[in-house]
């Protein structure tokens, strides 16, 4: 355990984080076997130990935005001598750590009364956009608004919603465009409060997959979807929305993004919260709508979800005491885990938050960027 102790210390020199130091960014560990299990076991480990109560730390968007911004991750592969060493301290160490752990409560099977507390009024489980606004609910409706002004729909347009979760954009844009507008789900709670939400409108939420669309719609939309398909059906997804698309009309695509190309995601956010999600690389999106698109924008805006994230955290805390009783305080502690390292992951800009306006054949004279 000494000998785990001192890698972990090692690790966090040039950090500016010291276990069981003084500021709200310090890791306070509670339980001695926290250094060999993190080491054995990873980002996966190091999340599940936080779960059950190993260890905490005041201001775990601090703690993350630091390790991530020393590249801590990068730091590791890069050294030989430190993996040997890691390697050495597995085989000095077999089977001390304790069996399976307990798998978690999945991220879809939680219910609505969370993220009706946790969310803006219209339950828009995606990025907000900060600019000019002062608070969440303003920042998700001039986000959807600014989906709404860079595929320049007009009234009576329709519109494809790929991944429409509880409807925020489809309503929103039924409510204040006229639009017809169509989402697709595969939750069918989703579904059922969407329409409830939205039946004054113009606004159908159909609960089914995206592969099986077979119409055009005058503008495609896909809004914190596209990380939850998989690099294998990258290419499939764009030629969905491709086929689906009117050829004078638009497709924006609005993703969290990572800086580099991978085929897998961070283990505890895979087990925990977003089974087979993986993020996109520039790259990646690029190979898969070649020969279907024309890139008109990109617009990054990631820092936007830092905010977002602590918005949404401070919702759910603060309203902790009214719905615990449906959810364990491992519960709790998973979604703090959770929301709070991807914030510290975006403000390190480690991830990204991209819009990205596409079009078949390029808009004639040029498209006009919209902020």
Not at 40 to 65: I, N, P, T, V
Not at 96 to 124: C, P, W
Request: hydrophobic share 35%; with cysteine; proline share 1%.
């Amino acid at each position: 355990m000494k000998n785990a102790k001192k890698i972990i210390d090692s690790l966090l020199t040039g950090t500016g984080i010291t276990i069981n130091g003084s500021n709200v960014y310090d890791p306070q560990v509670h339980n001695d076997k926290f250094y060999s299990r993190v080491l054995r076991g990873g980002s996966l480990a190091l999340g599940e130990s936080y779960m059950d109560g190993w260890w905490d730390c005041e201001k775990l968007d601090q703690f993350f935005h630091k390790v991530l911004k020393a590249n801590l991750d990068e730091r590791i592969k890069k050294n030989l001598d430190l993996m040997l060493r890691i390697a050495w301290n597995f085989v000095l160490n077999p089977g001390r750590e304790s069996k399976a752990f307990e798998v978690g409560e999945k991220h879809y099977d939680i219910g609505n009364a969370l993220y009706r507390q946790m969310l803006d009024k219209r339950l828009t489980y995606t990025c907000g956009y900060w600019k000019d606004v002062q608070d969440l609910d303003e920042a998700e409706e001039a986000k959807l608004d600014l989906v709404c002004r860079k595929i320049g729909l007009n009234t009576g347009q329709s519109i494809l919603d790929i991944g429409s979760g509880w409807g925020s954009f489809i309503g929103y844009a039924a409510e204040k465009y006229d639009a017809h507008t169509v989402g697709y789900t595969i939750s069918r709670e989703q579904k059922e409060l969407a329409d409830e939400m939205y039946k004054k409108y113009s606004a159908e939420t159909r609960l089914q997959d995206y592969r099986n669309i077979n119409e055009k719609f005058d503008h495609v939309v896909s809004i914190g979807m596209f990380e939850h398909v998989g690099y294998k059906n990258h290419r499939t997804f764009m030629k969905v929305a491709s086929k689906s698309l009117k050829d004078d009309g638009l497709f924006l695509l609005h993703t969290i993004a990572g800086n580099k190309s991978v085929k897998a995601t961070d283990s505890w956010i895979n087990k925990h919260i977003f089974p087979n999600s993986m993020l996109p690389s520039m790259t990646q999106i690029g190979k898969a709508i070649e020969g279907l698109f024309v890139i008109e924008d990109v617009h990054n805006f990631g820092p936007d979800y830092d905010k977002t994230l602590m918005a949404w955290f401070a919702n759910f805390d603060k309203s902790w005491s009214a719905i615990k009783e449906n959810y364990s305080e491992r519960f709790y502690r998973m979604w703090k885990y959770y929301l709070l390292s991807c914030a510290g992951s975006f403000r390190a800009r480690r991830i990204q938050l991209w819009q990205i306006v596409l079009s078949k054949h390029g808009v004639a004279n040029g498209y006009k960027s919209v902020r």
